[in-house]
């Protein structure tokens, strides 16, 4: 592919048959491939990771979008995840051959198309907000589902595509373009939701913890332990070893041991990377050493033309 754009929508539901029929709207787009995806009760929510070209990113998404709208109702939707609709959030990542602005006029579009079909309301944030304090999930999830209502009505918080109003069972919608972030996940081994909430909160950027970082706390029933849930917006800038060193000296604050991570969807290899070199404390290790990349860059060399 000579263009590659990720996707990450992120929809309310934990249903394995709605699930299945997101995911089938995918499929079935030319030229369009599911990478990764979770799901769980505990969120009650859906991630998905596809890549694509300009066209075949944008069908996908709107498909799923579509199928979402369709077969969510928000009104009897509960996770412990702040989200605000069916289709909660939709970024465009520029991966190969395109630009932030390519995936800000996707996402413009992805948002004027929704609104105009389903008459759900669509905010952009990120790369594409349209003010300032817009480019924040939290910004425009205040209040959540439950006060959409009430929210949207404000002068400030006027939606960028379709009604000032909640769609009767989707709720509204955001999109927008952004880099590529980490998702991490920190398992505890406390089922005490207070104690995970205040490592949290020394973790989350606008609580006085680490640029770039959003973490929230979660119950996880099935294991009967807590869950520190991250993402890390500029890995390069707040490398993922910071993130787990700071993690660990809260948790041993409260005398609570780490079970287990787990990344949430894909991961960039140079947050691995820096991770191993941190750890390990490998001097000469970059993505040119690992065989896999360098295998790759070998035959795309060769398949330059005038390549011998």
Not at 117 to 130: D, H, I, R
Not at 226 to 233: D, E
């Amino acid at each position: 592919m000579r263009e590659i754009i990720e996707c990450v929508p992120n929809f309310s539901t934990s249903d394995p048959k709605v699930v299945e029929a997101i995911l089938n709207e995918i499929r079935r787009v030319e030229n369009a491939y599911i990478l990764d995806y979770t799901f769980d009760d505990y969120y009650n929510r859906l991630v998905v990771s596809f890549v694509g070209n300009r066209r075949s990113v944008l069908d996908a998404a709107l498909n799923a979008a579509r199928k979402a709208v369709e077969l969510i109702d928000m009104t009897k939707h509960k996770g412990q995840h702040p989200r605000i609709g069916a289709v909660d959030v939709v970024p465009f990542i520029p991966i190969k051959g395109v630009t932030m602005q390519d995936c800000v006029e996707i996402a413009k579009k992805f948002g004027e198309t929704l609104a105009r079909e389903l008459n759900v309301p669509v905010y952009l944030y990120a790369e594409a907000a349209t003010k300032p304090e817009r480019r924040d999930l939290d910004w425009i999830r205040k209040g959540e589902y439950e006060k959409l209502g009430e929210m949207i009505v404000q002068p400030d918080r006027k939606p960028d595509f379709g009604p000032a109003e909640p769609h009767p069972t989707a709720g509204a919608t955001i999109t927008g373009a952004r880099k590529l972030m980490a998702g991490f996940n920190v398992n505890l081994g406390t089922s005490d939701l207070k104690i995970a909430k205040k490592i949290a909160k020394a973790l989350h950027s606008k609580k006085g913890g680490l640029a770039q970082v959003k973490a929230m706390a979660a119950y996880i029933p099935e294991k009967n332990m807590t869950q520190i849930g991250m993402s890390i917006a500029d890995y390069e800038k707040t490398p993922l070893y910071r993130v787990f060193e700071l993690l660990k000296i809260e948790a041993q604050r409260y005398n609570v041991p780490i079970v287990s991570s787990e990344f949430c969807g894909m991961t960039p290899l140079k947050a691995l990377i820096d991770t191993a070199r941190y750890y390990l404390k490998i001097e000469n290790l970059t993505e040119d050493r690992v065989i896999e990349i360098a295998i790759q860059k070998a035959a795309e060399e060769a398949q330059k033309p005038g390549a011998t």
